[in-house]
């Protein structure tokens, strides 16, 4: 295969030092190969020689950003024949051998189980049973389209160029009942809407992660007859007993509690040690 490119390494690590960015990732997939760059995120072959090829190759570009990176998995439209790995176990064994982080597409996931015609929830389950939880430190929803082939098969493809399905809401809030919060972002690359519209997927994972937060707790979506999302801020802004504060977007959160003068009114109705300090 063909080296790395040392000096584009160079480059990232300098804007890396430059932006201090909270995360870097990039994808668990191959796109150049005899001196040409394909224009797609290719899947890698789930095989023991992969697995030490790219484990060197993220070691290598750690050492040179001097931090941890993210790895995503990637949309798939088939598998491969000799797999030595699920995709899942591939991805823990990335993180054993190299000491990187993982970014979970929870659209990808339901992408490639709806093209290879498995069931998506059994795949989520098998990345949250299999991937070590701690090592998970971002999600990723998106849409996708429907085509058909020739043969007059749907196939799904990952574009960034709709709203969210339902399905992967539902995979979404799955994850979250294992995971805990965690940040999360909405691409939408592609005939990008309206910003109602957009606006509205922003405030969707934030109410999300609070229900499941709250559930997760109290074992019920409310609490003292307040919704999750008053819950869930009470505690984080009062009681720092509550672990979920390194998982908060303080900017989205904050956004929401400055437009929605109900939700402010909910969280200064909850029997907290000192509520009216809120502003």
């Known amino acids: 295969t063909d080296s790395l490119d040392r000096e584009h390494l160079r480059r990232l690590a300098r804007l890396v030092k430059r932006i201090e960015p909270w995360a870097v990732s990039e994808h668990v997939c191959w796109g150049h190969a005899g001196g040409r760059h394909t224009n797609d995120l290719l ?8 697995l030490r090829h790219l484990a060197a190759r993220v070691g290598e570009l750690q050492d040179t950003l001097g931090r941890q990176v993210l790895l995503e998995n990637v949309s798939s439209y088939l598998e491969f024949t000799g797999a030595e790995f699920t995709e899942s176990g591939y991805l823990a064994a990335l993180v054993a051998e190299s000491g990187c982080a993982l970014l979970l597409d929870v659209n990808n996931v339901f992408v490639s189980a709806s093209n290879q015609c498995t069931d998506a929830t059994t795949s989520l389950d098998d990345y949250l049973h299999t991937v070590p939880a701690e090592s998970i430190g971002e999600l990723h929803l998106a849409g996708h389209a429907h085509c058909r082939t020739e043969q007059g098969d749907t196939l799904l493809i990952d574009d960034h160029g709709s709203t969210i ?23 939408w690359d592609d005939d990008v809407p309206e910003w109602p519209v957009l606006e509205e997927g922003r405030v969707k994972p934030m109410q999300t992660v609070a229900i499941e937060t709250v559930r ?13 999302m008053a819950v869930f801020l009470s505690w984080v802004f009062y ?19 400055c437009e929605d003068h109900d939700l402010r009114a909910s969280i200064l109705g909850l029997k907290l040690d000192d ?5």
Not at 43 to 50: L, V, Y
Not at 167 to 177: D, I, K, M, S, T
Not at 239 to 257: C, G, H, R, S, T
């Open 43 to 50: 899947p890698m072959p789930h095989t023991h020689e992969s």
């Open 165 to 187: 399905a339902d399905p992967v809401w539902q995979l979404f809030e799955r994850a979250l009942r294992t995971l805990g919060p965690r940040p999360t972002l909405i691409e």
């Open 216 to 228: 997760t707790i109290t074992g019920r979506a409310t609490f003292q007859g307040q919704p999750a």
């Open 239 to 257: 009681d720092p007993e509550q672990p979920k504060a390194n998982a908060i977007d303080w900017d989205n959160y904050a956004f929401i509690l």
């Open 275 to 279: 509520p009216t300090n809120f502003s």
